[in-house]
């Protein structure tokens, strides 16, 4: 299935991404938001120097925001700098804002943030997936079927 916003992400120069995501979610819906920074937060990012593990997205008075993401503090900034985990503000549209208010209402989904990147304009940008958690199970299940597909690639290999 084809994300909708991977293709812009593809285009663009992903500064993270939250790699353990799809291990522990299963992704069912995609959403690019804008995120509002302050200019050391920018200039941090462009270093590379943000981490997504353990970061959520949260609505709150008919707003989404960004808890627990970690953009450290830029070495240059001196006395303006920023506090490295204080909630950031995501850009997104009323009309998507309802839509995830109306599937995080239900039990079991969470707001997942997937990676930061910066757009084809140098704008950062964020990609967000409505996810339930996986089970223990389903996560073997999946590991033992990656395993098996890699040694039939690897039996094929001889043949060709």
């Known amino acids: 299935m084809k994300r909708k916003s991977e293709n812009k992400a593809e285009t663009a120069h992903v500064v993270t991404a939250n790699k353990k995501a799809e291990h522990n979610f299963e992704l069912l819906e995609t959403f ?13 990012l462009r270093e590379g120097q943000a981490d997504l593990s353990g ?3 949260r609505i709150m008075n008919n707003e989404c925001w960004l808890v627990g993401a970690n953009i450290s503090q830029y070495e240059m900034g001196g006395s ?3 506090d490295p985990k204080r909630r950031r503000k995501l850009l997104l549209h009323k009309s998507e804002i309802r839509k995830i208010r109306s599937k995080l209402e239900q039990r079991g989904f969470t707001l997942v943030p997937l990676r930061i990147y910066f757009g084809r304009k140098g704008i950062a940008k964020i990609e967000l997936a409505i996810a339930r958690g996986k089970r223990k199970y389903d ?4 590991m033992v ?3 098996q597909k890699k040694d039939i690639e690897k039996g094929m290999r001889k043949y060709r």
């Not at 690019?32 to 941090?44: F, N, Q, R």
Request: charged share 40%.
């Open 145 to 147: 079927e990656k395993e």
């Open 32 to 44: 690019e938001a804008g995120l509002a920074l302050l200019g050391t937060e920018v200039k941090s």
């Open 139 to 142: 996560k073997r299940r999946r």
């Open 80 to 82: 303006v700098n920023h």
């Open 55 to 57: 970061a959520y997205g």
